[in-house]
């Protein structure tokens, strides 16, 4: 019989933002993480064991080691008494950046395969996938030979990820369901398959519309599933597509926000429009407050 003080694998990754698949992987790879199961297997986790949970992300964050990981549970240390190591995430930066550039692909999907699954989500786009976004942006502006090839090697990988994410969420109990607008006609950019991939590693549902050029067919969206509206964006938007996502907001009020570089570009027009918006990569709009109660908001609601 379940306790009231139990809960099961879709609520503590709700609770604590790591991903069922990572929970997974603790426990059968590290043996980390060990819950109660049911007459038919399923788990039921304790508050001694999301506190487990929190202590492991706060050393991950800190640039321990997953493997080294229960040496620090059985020593009964916290996380604030380990040194911080944050050689070891630029470490993981490198390894990417290297196998990226040298195009192997049958390296780098599996080395994305391995993190995605190991590491929290979110660690892992403030850690180490924004900062080597940053430095593969410089690399790119100075267009070396064979650039684009990298470029599509990394969106293709991404957009491998993303479908495994979502093929792993459909199995999961969902904590919200959204729309997802992505903006940028000419290519996906980055920050949007990480904003993507942050919005499923959550609980969160997407029904994915992906570079959208007419914005007067949204009501469309509405009529069909109404459901909450993420506008992405990462560029200047015309006069045209500003009135049209002003019209968005009217239809679906507080149930729209538009996220990324285009809300820093259009803040001003965006704010007086009292459209809810927040600007910035994905891991900052990710993180911050206004976000955060927005989806929360939302996941109450639902």
Request: glycine share 4%; with cysteine; net charge positive.
């Amino acid at each position: 019989m379940q306790s009231e003080d139990e809960i099961n694998i879709s609520e503590v990754c709700q609770q604590t933002g790591v991903a069922a698949v990572t929970l997974r992987a603790w426990e059968r790879r590290y043996g980390l993480i060990k819950p109660k199961r049911t007459p038919k297997g399923h788990r039921l986790y304790s508050q001694a064991n999301i506190q487990e949970i929190m202590k492991i992300v706060g050393w991950l964050n800190r640039g321990v080691a997953i493997s080294k990981v229960a040496e620090l549970l059985a020593a009964a240390k916290t996380p604030t008494q380990v040194s911080t190591n944050e050689e070891s995430w630029q470490q993981v930066q490198q390894d990417l950046l290297r196998t990226l550039i040298d195009l192997k692909q049958r390296s780098l999907n599996p080395l994305l395969d391995k993190l995605n699954k190991s590491m929290p989500f979110e660690s892992l786009c403030e850690k180490v996938y924004q900062p080597l976004l940053r430095q593969l942006m410089e690399r790119w502006q100075s267009k070396p030979l064979g650039y684009q090839l990298e470029q599509q090697l990394w969106q293709q990988c991404w957009q491998r990820q993303v479908t495994l994410m979502a093929l792993r969420a459909d199995k999961q109990k969902s904590r919200a369901n959204c729309w997802l607008v992505n903006l940028d006609i000419q290519e996906s950019t980055f920050d949007y398959w990480l904003f993507y991939a942050l919005l499923l590693q959550s609980g969160i549902q997407i029904n994915a519309i992906n570079q959208v050029s007419d914005l007067s067919a949204l009501p469309r969206l509405r009529n069909s599933l109404e459901q909450p509206l993420i506008i992405f964006g990462d560029n200047k938007m015309v006069t045209r597509e500003i009135n049209q996502v002003v019209k968005a907001k009217a239809l679906w009020g507080r149930d729209s926000i538009v996220i990324g570089l285009v809300a820093d570009i259009h803040q001003k027009v965006l704010a007086n429009m009292e459209v809810d918006h927040m600007g910035g990569n994905a891991i900052t709009c990710w993180q911050s407050s206004c976000y955060q109660s927005w989806v929360e908001r939302l996941a109450l609601k639902g």
